[in-house]
Protein backbone atom coordinates (compact mmCIF):
# COMPACT_ATOMS: atom_id res chain seq x y z
CA UNK A 1 0.00 0.00 0.00
CA UNK A 2 1.71 3.43 -1.24
CA UNK A 3 1.66 6.39 1.18
CA UNK A 4 -1.29 8.47 -0.11
CA UNK A 5 -3.68 5.07 0.34
CA UNK A 6 -2.49 4.54 3.71
CA UNK A 7 -2.73 8.35 4.63
CA UNK A 8 -6.55 7.98 3.21
CA UNK A 9 -7.62 5.10 4.94
CA UNK A 10 -6.07 6.20 8.34
CA UNK A 11 -7.62 9.73 7.98
CA UNK A 12 -11.37 7.77 7.10
CA UNK A 13 -11.06 5.42 10.12
CA UNK A 14 -9.86 8.62 12.44
CA UNK A 15 -13.26 10.40 11.07
CA UNK A 16 -14.89 7.49 12.45
CA UNK A 17 -13.68 7.72 15.74
CA UNK A 18 -13.92 11.34 16.01
CA UNK A 19 -17.53 11.04 14.83
CA UNK A 20 -18.47 8.47 17.61
CA UNK A 21 -17.48 10.57 20.22
CA UNK A 22 -19.19 12.87 18.84
CA UNK A 23 -22.81 10.69 18.83
CA UNK A 24 -22.04 9.30 21.82
CA UNK A 25 -19.56 10.76 24.16
CA UNK A 26 -17.32 8.49 25.71
CA UNK A 27 -13.89 10.13 26.87
CA UNK A 28 -14.72 13.16 28.68
CA UNK A 29 -13.84 15.05 25.22
CA UNK A 30 -14.84 18.64 24.45
CA UNK A 31 -17.52 18.84 21.43
CA UNK A 32 -15.90 22.30 20.07
CA UNK A 33 -12.29 20.11 20.32
CA UNK A 34 -14.15 17.19 18.67
CA UNK A 35 -15.65 19.42 15.60
CA UNK A 36 -12.67 21.17 15.32
CA UNK A 37 -10.57 18.05 14.47
CA UNK A 38 -12.88 16.60 12.41
CA UNK A 39 -13.10 20.20 10.31
CA UNK A 40 -9.27 19.22 10.28
CA UNK A 41 -9.64 15.84 9.37
CA UNK A 42 -12.09 16.50 6.35
CA UNK A 43 -9.60 18.79 5.60
CA UNK A 44 -6.66 16.44 5.09
CA UNK A 45 -8.68 13.71 3.50
CA UNK A 46 -10.05 16.14 0.68
CA UNK A 47 -6.10 17.07 0.16
CA UNK A 48 -4.94 13.21 0.06
CA UNK A 49 -8.56 12.69 -2.57
CA UNK A 50 -7.57 15.56 -4.82
CA UNK A 51 -4.05 14.51 -4.68
CA UNK A 52 -2.93 18.26 -3.95
CA UNK A 53 -0.92 17.91 -0.65
CA UNK A 54 1.47 21.32 0.17
CA UNK A 55 4.96 20.21 1.05
CA UNK A 56 5.91 18.04 3.64
CA UNK A 57 7.32 20.85 5.43
CA UNK A 58 4.14 22.84 5.19
CA UNK A 59 2.03 20.08 6.35
CA UNK A 60 0.77 21.13 10.20
CA UNK A 61 0.48 18.90 13.01
CA UNK A 62 -2.25 20.83 14.85
CA UNK A 63 -4.28 17.95 16.22
CA UNK A 64 -1.12 16.03 17.59
CA UNK A 65 -0.78 18.98 20.37
CA UNK A 66 -4.33 18.71 20.59
CA UNK A 67 -4.40 15.60 21.64
CA UNK A 68 -1.20 15.52 23.98
CA UNK A 69 -2.30 18.41 25.21
CA UNK A 70 -5.50 17.18 26.86
CA UNK A 71 -6.81 13.83 25.52
CA UNK A 72 -6.65 10.47 27.19
CA UNK A 73 -3.53 8.51 25.77
CA UNK A 74 -6.00 4.79 26.06
CA UNK A 75 -8.70 6.54 24.22
CA UNK A 76 -9.24 4.47 20.63
CA UNK A 77 -9.96 8.22 19.02
CA UNK A 78 -6.15 10.06 20.66
CA UNK A 79 -4.80 6.78 18.64
CA UNK A 80 -6.36 7.23 15.92
CA UNK A 81 -5.95 11.27 15.14
CA UNK A 82 -2.49 10.59 15.71
CA UNK A 83 -1.97 7.97 13.39
CA UNK A 84 -3.45 9.87 10.69
CA UNK A 85 -2.45 13.06 11.15
CA UNK A 86 1.06 11.03 10.79
CA UNK A 87 0.24 9.39 7.70
CA UNK A 88 -0.78 12.97 6.12
CA UNK A 89 2.61 14.38 7.35
CA UNK A 90 4.26 11.33 5.35
CA UNK A 91 1.96 10.78 2.43
Known sequence: MDRLERARRLLEAALREVEAEIATP??????????????????????????????RRDRPEALCRLVLDGWPFDAAVSSAVLAAERAFRNA
Open 26 to 55: SCGLRQAQLASCRETLTGYLAAVNAGQLPP
